[in-house]
Nanobody, 125 residues
């Protein structure tokens, strides 16, 4: 089992920066690919960014490309989502999830084995 816990969300203004953390405990987290998802009220959940277990493969949805950066620190069992120049449309609950193999953000119907509880990000204009 892997337990995931997100943190770092909050209320920020447009143009600000925010760093989300996904801390893992349990089995060897370093062996898992991780993705960040978000879901805004009334909208479908979307995959925002993904990173392979070695950190050598990363992908982003086009709306955050160049603004968000996903990274991982295996010594801390943590994956980060650095969010720069945030926009009101980034407002959502953000979740991290883990699975054994890496898929990019545009792959469909990919099952993730472990999920965190989510952290709210609200961006005011």
């Amino acid at each position: 089992q892997v337990q995931l816990a997100e943190s770092g969300g909050g209320l920020v203004q447009a143009g600000d920066s925010l760093r989300l953390s996904c801390a893992a405990s349990g089995r060897t987290f370093s062996a898992y690919a991780v993705a960040w998802f978000r879901q805004a009220p009334g909208k479908d959940r979307e995959t925002v960014a993904a990173i392979s277990w070695r950190g050598d493969l990363k992908s982003y949805i086009s709306s955050v490309q160049g603004r968000f950066t996903i990274s991982r620190d295996t010594t801390r069992n943590t994956v980060y989502l650095q969010m720069n120049n945030v926009k009101p449309e980034d407002t959502a609950v953000y979740y991290c999830a883990a699975r054994p193999g890496y898929y990019d953000v545009y792959s469909k119907n990919i099952e993730y084995d472990y999920w965190g509880q989510g952290t709210q990000v609200t961006v005011s204009s």
